[in-house]
Nanobody
């Protein structure tokens, strides 16, 4: 069982930066792959970035080159550094986890077992 809690969201102007954090409970943090997803009003939840247990990273094309995912196993925390933010990045951002044994694409919502409560990111133009 893993419990996830996001923080770091807020209001920022276009071109600005934010860093989201997701703290995970449990002593097997290093065995989990972690992902960030986002959901804008009226839209489906979509993949943003993921980092495997071996620290391989994956990004949506829309954020590649602007966002960076990283993990700190000592702090049991995953981060999403977001630079050059655009109004279309406005959404609720969710942290998610899947076990090392899980299969399937890192890009799919249904392949994650645990979810945080979300944190709002608003980018003004």
């Amino acid at each position: 069982q893993v419990q996830l809690g996001e923080s770091g969201g807020g209001l920022v102007q276009a071109g600005g930066s934010l860093r989201l954090s997701c703290a995970a409970s449990g002593r097997t943090f290093s065995s989990y792959a972690l992902g960030w997803f986002r959901q804008a009003p009226g839209k489906e939840r979509e993949f943003v970035a993921a980092i495997s247990w071996s620290t391989s990273t994956y990004y949506a094309d829309s954020v590649k080159g602007r966002f960076t995912i990283s993990r700190d196993s000592i702090k049991s925390t995953v981060y999403l550094q977001m630079n050059s933010l655009k109004p279309e990045d406005t959404a609720v951002y969710y942290c998610a986890a899947r076990s090392r044994a899980a299969s399937g694409s890192y890009y799919s919502v249904q392949n994650y077992d645990y979810w945080g409560q979300g944190t709002q990111v608003t980018v003004s133009s």
